[in-house]
Nanobody, 120 residues
Framework: QVQLVESGGGLAQPGGSLTLTCAAS????????MGWARQIPGKGLEWVSG????????WYLPSVKGRFTIPRDNFQNIVRLQLNDLKPEDAALYHC?????????????WGQGTQVTVSS
């Protein structure tokens, strides 16, 4: 049974940082692409970042490129999203996603989400 458990959300000031962690279990982690998407009420789901199975390829939403990074640890079955220089528009519910072997956007499992709030 696939499980994705996110943690690390919370309140940060503009310009601050947070690290989101997604702990995965129930599948062969290093065979699948992983991604992070965020949900803002009334705005739908927005893909933030994705990473290949081996970590060699990454993709970022243009508005977060240079501020967010998506490292993965295939020994600990963890994918993180490091959020730096946070802006109020980054506030959202962030979900971890298990993709397919070929695309992080071909999702078959989602985590429950972790809330990020950005406010002074």
């Amino acid at each position: 049974q696939v499980q994705l458990v996110e943690s690390g959300g919370g309140l940060a000031q503009p310009g601050g940082s947070l690290t989101l962690t997604c702990a995965a279990s129930g599948f062969t982690f290093d065979m699948y692409q992983m991604g992070w998407a965020r949900q803002i009420p009334g705005k739908g789901l927005e893909w933030v970042s994705g990473i290949s199975h081996d970590g060699r390829e990454t993709w970022y939403l243009p508005s977060v490129k240079g501020r967010f990074t998506i490292p993965r640890d295939n020994f600990q079955n963890i994918v993180r999203l490091q959020l730096n220089d946070l802006k109020p528009e980054d506030a959202a519910l962030y979900h971890c996603a298990k993709g397919s072997r070929w695309s992080y956007r071909e999702v078959d499992s989602w985590g429950q989400g972790t809330q990020v709030t950005v406010s002074s």
